[in-house]
């Protein structure tokens, strides 16, 4: 019964998917109209305003859009209230204070990942560990001139970063009490193949209240395929076998599941459902747009089903919502944290801005995943961020520069889509982005109206939420 009722949700899925990607197409910068047949939905691109409005306007806003007269459009806001000075300009942000930090604390990997951006974990270099004295040059720089009161965030990445395990713990104790010292809340995450865990990392990590993201591609064969050991042999039993004590911990410590989505591990809500039963705290899903051997990565025509499959998971999530059940689908619940508090920003995330990573030799980056990579470069530990390169970067990746995101409805709540894939591959998921958003707002209407004390509840976790998510 139950599997039956899981297929007519992604047949329905797979339906609406082709309207909304009709629905979510570009036609005008200024607007995106929402045809619901019931309440129509109207979302002012400027300062991401979301209304509902009555059909007999809606009707109206879409006939001018259709013909393309920008001036009629503008006064039709301007006569319903709704013309607002610019919330972003075309300044970009200007050599601003970090508060996030990733340390490649080990470059090197158990794993032999088919698409793995850090190509197999040490980024094209000989595999190294950061040592002490590095991370803890990072951790100084991280808290220092930061005001007392405010919350920075030290994340360990790799390869794979449990590979450093002694730094990476002695590093969490410097960072625990230097944050003390003056007066800063500290959080920390870890993303991991979850192959070395033990019981003692556990509590080490509930004891920190780690946000722990385990990168699982899918449930077991599927998951095998795709990460399988440098030897070939499959982990997923390996790896489930030592999470599962650290899902029985979660108190301070947050676990989630991570799914790479290439175009064999289609099977989203399978995957959703597996991992939310196996206890994570949150299921999240990101499609592989690039790949350091071009393996595995994702075609306009795998987006296509890659959206239908997240509507499915989008309608499951709001089935059990609606029945007041937690159904920890992270990129819907992200979606609608943000639709809710009205999200506009001219870029997709803190890279190059608030957020940086650091390699093991100490060198500077955009982020984690431009590690070794020259076109990220953002300077050193040593000689300090490279202010000239860094807002070089800011001024150029603002979204008003990116082509074509500046004519975009969804450029403000997008951001221009993330740099190292954009860079590398070019925009080739924007119909998907685009698709997701408007299906996502549709869903935000539905629910804020049926059960508006879920939004309540979300929000008062988004602040902390928020500086985990620039993580990606
Ligand atoms: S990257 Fe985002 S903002 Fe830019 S065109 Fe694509 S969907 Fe629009
Ligand atoms: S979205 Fe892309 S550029 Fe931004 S932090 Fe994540 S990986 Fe880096």
């Not at 013909?67 to 300009?89: K, N, R």
């Not at 104790?173 to 800063?184: D, L, P, R």
């Not at 509507?311 to 979606?335: D, K």
Request: proline share 4%; net charge neutral; aromatic share 6%.
């Amino acid at each position: 019964m139950q599997m039956k009722a899981k297929n007519h949700l992604s047949d329905i899925a797979v339906s609406l998917a082709g309207r909304v990607a009709q629905g979510a197409r570009p036609r005008t910068p200024k607007i995106h109209l929402i045809r619901n047949g019931s309440i129509d939905q109207l979302l002012v691109v400027n300062g991401s305003r979301l209304y509902e409005i009555p059909t007999d306007l809606a009707t109206k806003i879409d006939s001018v859009v259709e013909t393309g007269d920008d001036e009629a459009l503008s006064q039709i806001l301007v006569d319903i209230g709704l013309e607002a000075p610019l919330a972003i300009d075309d300044q970009p942000l200007e050599s601003p204070s970090v508060h996030a930090l990733s340390l490649a604390i080990a470059q090197k990997c158990n794993l032999g990942c088919s698409y793995c951006y850090a190509q197999q974990g040490d980024f094209g270099t000989a595999a190294k560990n950061m040592p002490l004295e590095t991370a803890i040059e990072a951790v100084d720089m991280l808290l220092k001139g930061v005001p007392k009161g405010s919350r920075v965030n030290l994340a360990f990445l790799g390869g794979e970063p449990l590979a450093n395990r002694k730094v990476l713990r002695q590093t969490t104790e410097y960072a625990a009490k230097q944050a003390e010292v003056a007066g800063v809340e500290i959080g920390y995450s870890i993303t991991t193949n979850g192959t070395l865990l033990t019981e003692e990392d556990g509590l080490f990590f509930e004891n920190y209240g780690f946000a722990v993201t385990i990168s699982l591609d899918g449930v077991e064969d599927v998951h095998n395929r795709l990460r399988p050991f440098k030897s070939g042999a499959g982990s997923f039993e390996h790896i489930m076998s030592r999470v599962k004590f650290l899902l029985t911990l979660q108190k301070k410590m947050q676990v989630s599941a991570r799914v790479t989505v290439t175009p064999q591990n289609m099977n989203l809500p399978q995957t959703l459902d597996y991992f939310i039963a196996a206890g994570f705290h949150s299921v999240g899903f990101s499609p592989l747009l690039h790949a350091s051997n071009s393996q595995n990565e994702m075609t306009q025509t795998d987006l296509t089903e890659m959206l239908a499959a997240m509507i499915s998971c989008g309608l499951a999530f709001e089935q059990q919502v609606l029945q007041g059940r937690r159904y920890p689908f992270l990129n819907m619940v992200n979606a609608l944290r943000e639709l809710h508090r009205g999200t506009h920003r001219p870029y997709p995330c803190g890279a190059g801005a608030g957020y940086l990573g650091v390699s093991a030799d100490g060198d500077l980056a955009a982020c984690h995943r431009f590690v070794g990579d020259p076109v990220g470069d953002m300077g050193s530990l040593k000689t300090g961020i490279d202010l000239k390169k860094q807002n070089s970067w800011l001024a150029s990746r603002h979204v008003h520069h990116q082509e074509p995101c500046k004519s975009c409805w969804a450029r403000y709540l997008c951001g221009g889509g993330c740099h190292h894939e954009v860079i590398a591959r070019g925009r080739t998921a924007c119909d998907f982005i685009r698709g997701w958003l408007h299906y996502t707002i549709q869903a935000y209407g539905r629910l804020s109206e049926l059960v508006p004390d879920w939004f309540q509840n979300e929000t008062s976790n988004k602040e902390r939420q928020s500086l985990r998510s620039e993580v990606s």
